[in-house]
């Protein structure tokens, strides 16, 4: 078989199997799929915020941060924090962090 006849025989298949009873269905799993994972995400939210230092050390970063320049914006605090991605946050309580 050519790459052609595949991917030919792939799209009837797909095109097939959406056929107007299935797309509901699909779209079901779609949004049941991404609750799931907002409800992750909103549960490892809530225990970082109430679970560690995280908060309390972030306020005290900001007030040192801002105690040597008030009219900073937000987005120079954020870059003299060094917060680039959820991990750098996870970074700042040292008590949660994995011993390698």
Do not use: G, W
């Not at 050519?2 to 030919?8: E, G, S």
């Not at 298949?13 to 609750?35: G, R, Y």
């Not at 008030?70 to 309580?93: F, H, P, R, T, V």
């Amino acid at each position: 078989m050519t790459k052609q006849t595949l991917f030919t025989s792939y799209k009837k298949t797909t095109m097939s199997s959406l056929n107007s009873d299935n797309i509901p269905q699909e779209i079901n799993k779609v949004l049941t799929a991404t609750n799931k994972y907002e409800q992750m995400e909103t549960k490892v939210v809530n225990h970082i915020l109430t679970s560690s230092d995280i908060v309390p050390i972030l306020k005290q970063k900001c007030q040192e941060i801002l105690i040597k320049d008030e009219n900073q914006s937000l987005e120079e605090i954020i870059k003299q924090l060094s917060i680039n991605s959820a991990d750098d946050i996870l970074k700042l309580d040292p008590k949660k962090i994995r011993k390698k």
